[in-house]
């Protein structure tokens, strides 16, 4: 309750005592954008947390060698992103549901135990130092790009793009015999999705001192998904709120110290088995909106009218 209390009491005492949680809360809700894109074009894909070390190690590889400024770092990690993403998208994208999942766990496997823990300039799995991370400049980057990414990933929903991707993501087979070029835009889905955790790698990387590859394993791409499906797909809030509320779950229940991880699973399950759609899913926000609240309007209606 502390948490709460101090949140709605003394708002700047909040934010200073948790910049770093709110810094990490707004990098999370980037990633999960990036998942919802593919989740909206119809694509269960889990290579985000692949995507995001290759922004991460680019930009911070780049900071260390080369005299470029440290934006120009971060748009070269997420570019390169986007261009691995091609080439993992060639052959992975024409499977479907279980077997797309699997094959891109494959590819953040293989990237993390066949490329970062080999190479010198990854640190060969011992981590990179970042000795120009600035962990409260950070945050300001952070809090400036969700709202821009989000409105930009809205707006992509509104668009021609968009309403492919629903179509594809409603009956594939029936999308493509409507003249839909379905591979093409699947491969773009996954193009933005992978620039989206590229660009939040990058800007994970100026908020820590050290980058550390046990950070890009299956246990992060499982911590984006659940971000996913706890918050809804059905549209752009709903994986951010899932991001927000996960992030900030361990230290809502810090009083339970001792039982943190058993609370934290228990309120998971709740989600899943009360809010299976998520707690932003079809029918509207649950906490703001519930669904008595909705029948309740439904019956008022009418009764104003006569």
């Known amino acids: 309750m502390d948490f709460f209390v101090q949140l709605f009491t003394n708002p700047v005492g909040f934010y200073n005592a948790h910049e770093l949680l709110i810094a990490q809360m707004g990098i999370n809700a980037i990633l999960a954008l990036a998942i919802f894109v593919t989740f909206y074009s119809g694509q269960l894909t889990l290579a985000n947390a692949g995507f995001m070390a290759i922004g991460a190690y680019t930009t911070v590889i780049m900071n260390t060698y080369l005299p470029t400024p440290l934006p120009l770092d971060m748009l070269a ?17 024409r ?10 766990i494959g590819f953040v496997e293989a990237l993390r135990l066949g490329v970062i823990l080999n190479l010198p300039i990854t640190g060969e799995g011992q981590g990179l130092k970042n000795e120009t991370a600035d962990p409260l400049g950070g945050i300001v980057p952070i809090l400036i790009s969700l709202p821009i ?24 087979l029936a999308a493509s015999s409507n003249g839909i070029n379905v591979p093409v835009y699947k491969m773009i889905a996954f193009i933005i999705s992978a620039i ?3 660009y939040a790698g990058a800007l994970e990387t ?5 980058v550390d590859p046990t950070e890009y394993s299956v246990t992060r791409t499982i911590q984006i998904l659940t971000f996913a499906v706890v918050g809804g797909t059905t549209n752009v809030i709903g994986p951010i709120v899932g991001a927000v509320f996960l992030t ?3 230290e809502i229940v810090r009083q339970f110290a001792a039982y943190r ?3 934290n699973g228990v309120i998971l399950i709740l989600v899943i088995i009360f809010r299976p759609q998520g707690i932003v899913g079809r029918g509207g926000l649950a906490i703001i909106a519930p669904r008595w609240w909705t029948r309740w309007r439904a019956h008022e209606r009418p009764a104003a009218a006569h």
């Not at 479907?96 to 891109?104: E, N, Q, S, W």
């Not at 100026?206 to 050290?210: A, G, T």
């Open 95 to 104: 499977l479907r549901g279980v077997f797309l999942a699997i094959a891109t």
């Open 149 to 172: 990414l989000t409105y930009l990933v809205w707006r992509l929903t509104r668009t021609r793009l968009g309403q492919a991707w629903a179509a594809i993501r409603e009956d594939e």
């Open 248 to 250: 900030a779950l361990p």
């Open 261 to 263: 991880d058993v609370v």
């Open 206 to 210: 100026h908020i820590n001192f050290f």
């Open 77 to 93: 990690g997420a570019l390169l992103a986007g261009a691995v993403s091609v080439l993992v998208g060639l052959p992975v994208l």
């Open 196 to 198: 989206l955790a590229g």
